[in-house]
């Protein structure tokens, strides 16, 4: 089956730093790809939605200079937390839409964000 | 996307089938029913999906009613590591639709 690989699965840094999560579509291409945060206990909500070669769309909500999005290939889309503070600490989840038509979303394994 | 209603939580006995219902009444006529699970501290992983007829995987059947307005996820020999959070989600397929999760069902299997 389909496999997203997502890099890397968890990450400590101190207030003031930025975070780069890597998502990349191991075995088909992905023209669209969605970012997601999670909360403990609580469902996913959709960040943005990425596309390779354009720029993301985010959600309500969502600031795009503090979440940075990059998808310069139709493997890999970078999610960049600008300047994280300890509210930024949550549970970062991406996924990847094959290009072919009638195809699931295929998610990766997540990045578990704390900042001190 | 239509919205779908799931009860909060189930138990099931290890071994028997689970059988996992979801509300969609407001589904429109080209939208898809998904299923995902996503056990703790793990990205979401993609069960099954159908449009109006029933479907079968390695995983899981989808049973869909015939008005579409409901559906069911059986999964028929529940083991341990079956315990998630089950979500159910409606979208039209094809283009880059996204998926809105709902807060799904947590399903425990019970040893």
């Known amino acids: 089956g389909a496999v997203v690989s997502q890099h890397p699965s968890r990450v400590i840094c101190k207030s003031g730093t930025s975070v780069k999560i890597e998502c990349r579509s191991l075995?088909?291409?992905?023209?669209?790809m969605f970012w997601y945060r999670q909360f403990p206990k609580k469902s996913l909500m959709l960040m943005a939605t990425?596309?390779?070669?354009?720029?993301?769309?985010?959600e309500q909500g969502v600031e795009k200079d503090k979440f940075l999005i990059n998808h310069a290939s139709l493997t890999l889309s970078t999610l960049t937390v600008t300047s994280a503070h300890p509210e930024d600490s949550s549970f970062y989840i991406c996924?990847?839409?094959?290009?072919?038509?009638?195809?699931?979303?295929?998610f990766g394994d997540g990045t578990r964000l704390s900042i001190l | 996307d239509a919205k779908t209603t799931q009860p909060t939580s189930m138990d099931c006995a290890e071994g028997r089938a689970a059988n996992l219902p979801c509300n969609h009444s407001?589904?429109?006529?080209?939208?898809?029913v998904y299923w995902y699970r996503q056990i703790h501290s793990q990205g979401p992983q993609y069960i099954i999906h159908?449009?109006?007829n029933n479907e079968t995987n390695e995983m899981a059947s989808l049973i869909i009613t015939e008005d579409r307005k409901s559906s069911t996820l059986i999964l028929p020999h529940a083991t341990l590591r079956d315990t998630a959070v089950y979500y159910c989600?409606?979208?039209?397929?094809?283009?880059?639709?996204?998926?809105?999760f709902g807060t799904g069902t947590r399903l425990t299997i019970i040893p």
């Open positions: 996924s990847a839409l094959e290009q072919a038509f009638n195809q699931p979303q295929h």
């Open positions: 075995d088909f291409q992905a023209t669209t």
């Open positions: 990425s596309n390779e070669g354009s720029k993301a769309t985010y």
């Open positions: 407001t589904i429109s006529g080209n939208e898809y």
């Open positions: 159908g449009l109006k």
């Open positions: 989600i409606v979208r039209v397929a094809g283009g880059n639709e996204k998926l809105t």
